[in-house]
C-alpha cells in the first residue's frame, strides 16, 4: 500500500476518506498506483476528488494546492504543465472560463496518462 506523506495541514480530516480510498488501490514495486505513474495518480485523484466542490476562489486555490503537492514530479509533462495552468488561473488571474478550461485541460491530462473513473 502507498501512503501518502505530503498531505496538506488543511485537509488533515479528509485524509482518513483518502487513505481509506488508496487501500483499495492496488500498488506496483514499479513506482504506480493501479497502472498509473504514483505521482500523477495522486494528483489526478485529488483533483477528481475535489473539482465539484471547488466552487469559490478559496476553494479553488485548495484545490490547486492539492494537487500541485503531486504533479511537479510526476514525469508526465501534460500534468505538471497543467497542474501549473491550474494553479495560476485558480489564483485570480483567470476567470469562470479561464478556470474551465484549465480544469478540463488537467481532466484531459489524467485521462491521457491513463486515469479512469475504474481508479
Known amino acids: 500500500m502507498t501512503i501518502r506523506t505530503r498531505a496538506p495541514r488543511a ?3 479528509p ?3 483518502i487513505l481509506a480510498a488508496l487501500a483499495a488501490c492496488s500498488t506496483e514495486d ?3 498506483v493501479n497502472g498509473m505513474e504514483q505521482e500523477a495518480y495522486f494528483a489526478c485523484e ?5 473539482y465539484e466542490s471547488a ?3 478559496q476553494a479553488r486555490l485548495d484545490l490547486a494546492d492539492t ?3 503531486w504533479a511537479p514530479d510526476s514525469g508526465i509533462a501534460p500534468i505538471r504543465d497543467t497542474a501549473v495552468t491550474l494553479a495560476r ?3 485570480g488571474t483567470g476567470n469562470e472560463e479561464d478556470w ?3 480544469a478540463d485541460s488537467f481532466a484531459q491530462a489524467c485521462l491521457d496518462a491513463g486515469w479512469n473513473e475504474a481508479n
Open 100 to 102: 474551465q478550461l484549465a
Open 30 to 32: 514499479d513506482g504506480t
Open 46 to 50: 485529488d483533483f477528481i476528488g475535489g
Open 15 to 17: 485524509a482518513a476518506l
Open 55 to 57: 466552487q469559490t476562489r
Open 67 to 69: 494537487v500541485n503537492e
Open 89 to 91: 488561473v485558480a489564483d
Open 11 to 13: 485537509l488533515l480530516a
